[in-house]
């Protein structure tokens, strides 16, 4: 980091070029010294703006009826209450609104580390994806593993298994971190209390919701659930969707699937998920279809 000495030579010496007056000269060094007193304030000093979720802050004055009010802002993550309409917001309200979508934009370019991968016990693979940039502008690479990523599935994996789960971190690498440890062992569970035989769960970088496919002709599975991070917004970044197919195949039309989403704390608990879609398995496998054919 750059010392307040090198700040004020470095700053000195472009206002000797522009030819500024010494009491402009003044003026500059001053703000420069005030701003450099900010990286001295302890952490500990900064109020974190993020502790308090959007569906209890509340910042309107004089209220007529606020305990009414937040009865309604805990039904909705919306940015309700915040004390001003139009183009100029209070301070926090903004803060907040950037801090929220920093969040979303690093649920989406950070990667889910490979120390939780293999904690939670998954055979690693990767799309045909090489990063995250390319993942975002070539939707069809991630849809299908690589080569190597065929190869580890083949020797790795179970085959003719009635179920097998994939994960992908897609549009949100923490909804994976957020929410696997809860809902894979409910889903597990429910699935084996039903008497269904479930493969090797399979972790694909740089996934989309078409690697289930891929890997669903690879191994034979019966019915395929994909854990997937969801896009996301500016009400939270740990969202969660899960995939369902029933014999599902490279190519097959979207309403062949079935689809839970919105799987976070504040929206469906990670292991009440679990549980239902192992329920969900068990009607497909009794029905035999999945998509816009299945009924609940």
Partial sequence: MISENEL??????????????????????????????????A????????????????????????????KLKAKTPARLGIGRAGPRYKTETMLR???????AIDSVFNEVPEEFVAEMGLVAVQSCCEDKDMYVTRPDLGRKLNEEGVAKVNAECRKGVDVQIVIADGLSSTAITANLKNILPALKQGLEGYGMSVGN???????????MDHITEIVGSKVTVELVGERPGLATGESMGAYITYEG????????????????RRG??????????ANIVKKMMEQKCSGVGFRV
């Fill in 8 to 41: 004020k030579d470095l700053i000195g010496k472009v206002l000797k070029e522009i030819n500024v007056d010494d009491g402009q000269k003044s003026a500059v060094a001053q703000a420069v010294s005030l701003a450099s007193q900010v990286d001295d304030v």
């Fill in 43 to 70: 952490d500990s000093e900064l109020k974190d703006i993020t502790a308090i979720e959007m569906s209890d802050f509340f910042d309107i004055e004089n209220a007529e009826n606020e305990a009414e009010y937040m």
């Fill in 97 to 103: 609104f950037r801090a929220d979508h920093a969040v």
């Fill in 201 to 211: 769960p399979v972790f694909v970088k740089f996934g989309r919701v078409g690697s």
């Fill in 249 to 264: 195949k490279v190519g097959m039309p979207e309403a062949g699937r079935t689809v839970i989403s919105n799987i976070h």
């Fill in 268 to 277: 469906t608990p990670a292991a009440e998920a679990g549980a239902h879609i």
